[in-house]
């Protein structure tokens, strides 16, 4: 049987069903690859796939990024359960870095590579709230008007993931998270071209910050208003997770955020991220232009 792709009520994104992810032959994913360039959001309602199962289904989509802990696992849990069982608490670090991804925003834009894909499971869910919202950027740089295309054509803007835990009151500590800040940050523009399907879409989100040209609070004004703009119906769609769901997503054209719940109940989602094309998603950082000689300052990473 052939996979059936539903697309949502929304500019993006499609559930797809009659699908077996653990068992795929080669016209079922050429469907599933079409429909990711197609939807940016993919929705795999009940599959209960194992960490191994995810890992290889990901790997169809390039290559997985290794995130930090364990330099060989390929699939993380994002969980506010901690290893005894108990959960989170609000001074506790990983709390506030959880709270941090209830913010639009892409994966891995603050980190030389930027991320191509990410999937997210379902294994334990609360009983309110815990969903996940995504956005589309390519409908958002669709429909702004001429003039404000102009205006940011162009532009760029750094990403840090110190800067943007720091608006939410959560300093951490140089050398200590991901990526670069300051004028170490990778730069990337407002615009991007998507390198597969060559749609233009608005690449922000809460990451994004300071931009080369305008003083900081006319870059913030500008970033905000975009991000306030960009992230409205129809362009949203938010997941209500049911255990055994997987959805996949593409960094490049969407936003993503996950919503607020009650923190004592326990959340655990098992979290894949692919890769993206250093031809299309590598970013000049503070160690690359010291070759040219900018020195970044002291406080970059």
Known sequence: MAPTITPLDATFGATITDIDLAHLDQPAWQRVEDAFHEYAVLIFPGQNLTDEAQVAFAMRFGEIELLRGDPAAKAVAISNQKPDGSVLQPEEHRYQALRGNEGWHTDSSYMPLAAKASMLAALVVPSAGGETAWAD?????????????????GLSAHHSLYQSQAEIGHIVESGTAYGYHNKGAPLRPLVKTHPVTGR?????GRHAYQIPGLDDGEAKALLDDLLNFACQPPRTYTHGWQP????????????????PYDYSETRVMRHTRVAGD???ELAATARDARASG????????
């Open 278 to 280: 250093p031809a299309s």
């Open 244 to 259: 055994g769901d997987l959805i996949i997503w593409d960094n490049r054209c969407v936003l993503h955020a996950a919503r």
């Open 137 to 153: 950027m390519r409908a958002a740089y669709d429909a702004l008007d001429n003039d404000q295309k102009e205006r940011i054509e």
């Open 294 to 301: 900018f020195e970044p300052s002291t406080s970059n990473i």
């Open 200 to 204: 233009k879409s608005l690449f922000i």
